[in-house]
Every structure is written in C-alpha cells, then in structure tokens.
C-alpha cells in the first residue's frame, strides 16, 4: 500500500468532488478544527469545494491530493498570496487526514510535497495555523515550522466554547536551479 500524492486541477477536483466532500464531513466529525463544525452537511462541504475548484482554476490556490488504493484519504491546500509585496509567501491550509488514515505518515507526505509545490511557485515562506492543542500541532513541529504566536479565542469549538489557535511558519530554501 503506497500512498500517491497527486496535484489537483479544477477539473480533477469535479472528478473527486464526492470522496472530497465525504473527507471534509468526516475529519470535521472526528474534531478537526478546519473551519467547519460538526454535523457539517454534504451540500456545505460541496459548496465549499465548489469555492476552491474556482481558485485552482484562476491559479490562486494549489491542491494536492494523497490517495491509498485508488481512495482519496488527505489533502493539502496553499493559497498563494497575490499583493505584489507578498508573492514570496503562502499559507498551508486544510490539511485533512481521513481518521482511518492517520499515523501513516500521510501528513508528513503532504506537507513535504506542499512545500516543494510552493517553492516552483517561488515562494520562500509558509505560514499556517492550528487549534492550540490539536494534534496537528506537534506534525508541524516536527516538520519544522516555528511558533509564531498564539491567539486566544479564535476559534468555536463543536461544544460553543472559544479556543486559542497558534500561528506557525517556515522559512523555505530556494528552489534549486
């Protein structure tokens, strides 16, 4: 079982919007903190791929896709900044790991691959950010990304309670060649 890391096109993402949409409403019922709160209806994820297929196709926004057996279990988005003074940076979103998925090392493989993509974009400095305390806390940390900040009461929680998010970065080396 080799996991397949696969750069998403509009017309790609329309071809997966089903297993997309299923992804999304299950990490969002497994607690992620990805904007969304749980029950999160198929027609709300749908829309919300919807959005994103419009940014791939203006060029705004990469999506890369990590399939096991044929299945879609991640994703990884970098929306990629456009004011003229900040074409060196992009932000690392939606990082999604199906549940069934997860300590495969599927995330690692995302986050290595995103960073390549955005450095053939010339861009030399990542930024995301998480629920404090989320698991996805210590991936990053593994990876390299440096703690920025923390921001209290950023986020609402599936139970209606405020939660702090922290912001992380990573400086990239250029781009060989």
């Avoid at 997309?20 to 198929?42: I, M, T, W, Y």
């Avoid at 493989?109 to 806390?137: F, K, M, N």
Wanted: glycine residues 8%; proline residues 5%; contains cysteine.
């Amino acid at each position: 079982m080799t996991v397949q890391l696969v750069r998403c096109s509009a017309r790609r993402l329309a071809e997966q919007k089903r297993p997309l949409v299923q992804l999304l409403v299950d990490v969002v019922a497994d607690g992620a903190s990805v904007g969304f709160l749980p029950p999160l209806p198929e027609e709300d994820a749908a829309a919300y791929w919807a959005d994103v297929a419009v940014e791939l196709a203006h060029g705004h926004r990469e999506l890369l896709l990590a399939e096991l057996d044929g299945l879609v279990v991640g994703t990884v988005q970098l929306e990629l900044a456009r004011k003229p003074n900040a074409r060196h940076r992009a932000e690392v979103t939606k990082l999604l790991v199906h549940p069934t998925a997860r300590r495969q090392g599927v995330g690692r493989l995302l986050l290595r691959e995103v960073e390549q993509l955005a450095r053939t974009h010339g861009r030399t400095l990542l930024h995301l950010d998480t629920r404090e305390g989320d698991v996805a806390e210590r991936l990053y940390v593994r990876h390299g990304y440096l703690r920025a900040g923390r921001i209290p009461n950023y986020v609402r929680n599936q139970h209606g309670q405020l939660e702090a998010t922290v912001v992380y970065y990573r400086v990239l080396d250029a781009a060989p060649g």
